[in-house]
């Protein structure tokens, strides 16, 4: 009886589509009746896998018969149907879509709108994963609208959260394609912390990502502290982020000889956690570090929780580097309390 139900259901969203689309491609003639179906559903209060499945592949074919601000007014309300109640974790659910050339017309009519929460609606459908599915394989073509929401006053929670997971997806190279200038505007604008990449897929991304930027050209004067910052936070939570990208102790050199004391800060604690050393490699660090130290006090602290909070997450092979570390920031201790008696 069940699988019985389940099949004139089936039938019935399939005839409902067919009905819908027949609708789209005469929509000069069927235009009011297109936008009453749409309005209906989008204040029907129904949300379920099959409706987002069933109005995404509308989407297309608003696209193709696109000509009008009403066919853009549908094709937002589509998308709305489909995304809007997904709300921050839209990236999730476990639907299964299927991405055609003509959903690629998206990209430049949603983003030229200007419409923010409809852009979240669009990256929340770009992004979608779940067991059995994974977002758009085109989703790097989006980079060069998304740096341009630089410009934008502020961000609504969802679409501040979309943009974010989006980055990550795409990645540095993605973006430098597009002009790294924007890029870090946008992600001075967005305050990226901890607390927005809280699993372990997003925190990969995300230290690859500022890896790649702080290693870059433009890195070292570009990049903002607050993402130097994130960096070493991130590495401190998962030690074993990065694998086998060695970060370059000849940033450590670049940064002291620009006297960038504050981005050293950062440096100092990933080399410490992540940089396989030699006794020689050793002793540079321990130089650079008691110089950091004299210039910038207030490292010593910050150090020290890095590297504490790095020993509860790292492997029995990195444990004498932050112990010896630690041993550095106690003689530094000591000397800043023996000049305090002077």
Not at 55 to 76: A, R, T
Request: include cysteine; aromatic fraction near 8%.
């Amino acid at each position: 009886m069940l699988l019985f139900v389940s099949d004139c259901f089936d039938q019935a969203i399939s005839q409902f589509s067919l009905a819908v689309e027949a609708a789209i491609h005469t929509h000069h003639h069927q235009h009011k009746l297109l936008l009453h179906i749409l309005t209906n559903l989008c204040n029907s209060g129904i949300h379920n896998v099959h409706l987002t499945e069933m109005v995404y592949g509308w989407c297309p074919l608003m696209c193709e018969n696109y000509s009008s601000p009403e066919d853009q007014k549908n094709l937002f309300l589509a998308l709305e149907i489909g995304f809007r109640h997904l709300g921050l974790q839209g990236h999730w659910m476990e639907a299964k879509l299927t991405h055609t050339d003509g959903h690629q017309k998206l990209v430049d009519i949603v983003f030229h709108s200007g419409e923010s929460e409809t852009i979240a609606d669009f990256l929340c459908a770009w992004t979608l994963s779940s067991g059995s599915h994974q977002q758009h394989p085109s989703l790097q073509m989006c980079a060069e609208h998304l740096v341009g929401l630089c410009h934008l006053q502020s961000f609504s929670p969802r679409l501040r959260k979309l943009v974010i997971h989006s980055i990550g997806l795409i990645g540095y190279q993605g973006f430098e394609q597009v002009g790294i200038e924007e890029f870090i505007r946008l992600l001075d604008g967005l305050h990226v912390c901890t607390t927005d990449v809280t699993d372990v897929y997003s925190r990969d991304q995300w230290a690859r990502l500022l890896l790649d930027a702080i290693q870059s050209s433009e890195g070292i004067q570009c990049v903002s502290h607050q993402y130097w910052e994130l960096f070493v936070e991130l590495v401190a939570l998962q030690p074993q982020l990065l694998g086998d990208n060695i970060c370059s102790p000849h940033i450590m050199t670049a940064l002291e000889d620009a006297n960038e004391w504050k981005k050293l800060e950062c440096w100092m604690g990933v080399l410490w956690i992540t940089l396989p050393l030699g006794d020689e490699m050793e002793e540079e660090l321990k130089h650079v570090t008691l110089s950091l130290f004299h210039q910038q006090p207030n490292a010593i602290q910050k150090l020290e929780r890095w590297v504490e909070q790095a020993l509860e997450h790292i492997p029995t092979p990195w444990e004498h580097k932050c112990k010896s570390l630690q041993q550095i920031c106690q003689q530094a201790h000591s000397v800043a309390a023996w000049q305090e008696t002077q």
